[in-house]
């Protein structure tokens, strides 16, 4: 079973901090792919990053950069210099090949488990 | 369009009737998923469609709940003898999950479903 933990359920910060989010994932799939969404107060989830599992770089977007350690199984995302507008629910998800597994039962079929989220608020 | 739209916005209902949700994917995803969230749960897988078929109907909660998919593109899911506890937001999203390194899903603005 596949499972996303996000252990910071709140985090409120000050307009231009660093913050950082936490994210830790289970999987028994040696290919498999994690994923940031953002949640602004419209609702609708936004695609922020892909990462393969065989790909451990980080990766830096702007003010937004991501940390993949295979070692200790997280994905940690970083906003520097954060804004109000960084205000959301942000989503850690994981989810297996989307291709039928060879040496294993069953699929998964790309679906994506979630964690629980973290609510961050930035304040001006 | 450009992105993942779905129908109705918003949706009240009466404990009992039957609901129907609409999702209408990117042009050109064949792959297609709904999930569902709520306060108590978070965010839930519900079914997978490849197509017009459906080989991952693993989260749908009871046989109350059933979709299906047309012509490869239009997405339905029906919700009969709706309960208070199905009251949620329901998500689709689509991708192109068979092409390497193009599996992130992207999600429509969502159907918030309120059962009375």
């Known amino acids: 079973a596949q499972k996303v933990t996000q252990a910071q359920t709140e985090i409120s910060v000050v307009e231009k901090e660093d913050v950082t989010l936490d994210c830790v994932y289970e999987?028994?799939?040696?290919?498999?792919?994690l994923f940031w969404y953002k949640q602004p107060p419209s609702g609708e989830l936004v695609f922020l990053i892909r990462r393969n599992s065989f790909d451990e770089q980080n990766e830096i977007s702007g003010r937004y950069s991501w940390n993949f350690q295979k070692s200790t199984s997280s994905f940690n995302f970083t906003i520097t210099a954060s804004q109000v507008v960084d205000s959301a629910v942000y989503f850690c998800a994981l989810s297996g090949p989307p291709q039928p597994r060879l040496n294993a039962g069953g699929t998964s079929y790309g679906k994506l488990t979630f964690g629980q989220g973290t609510i961050l608020t930035v304040h001006p | 369009g450009a992105g993942v739209s779905q129908s109705p916005s918003n949706k009240v209902t009466e404990k009992g009737k039957d609901v129907e949700l609409r999702c209408d994917p990117i042009?050109?995803?064949?792959?297609l998923y709904w999930y569902r969230q709520s306060l108590g749960q978070g965010l839930e897988f519900l079914i997978y469609f490849q197509g017009n078929s459906a080989p991952d109907k693993s989260g749908l909660p009871s046989d109350r709940f059933s979709a299906e998919r047309t012509g490869g593109s239009v997405s339905t899911l029906t919700i009969q003898r709706t309960q208070q506890e199905d009251s949620a937001v329901y998500l689709c999203?689509?991708?192109?999950?068979?092409?390497?390194?193009?599996?992130?899903?992207?999600f429509g603005p969502g159907t918030r479903l309120t059962v009375l």
């Open positions: 999203a689509s991708s192109l999950v068979w092409v390497v390194g193009r599996n992130e899903q992207f």
């Open positions: 999987t028994r799939d040696t290919t498999y792919y």
């Open positions: 042009s050109g995803h064949t792959a």
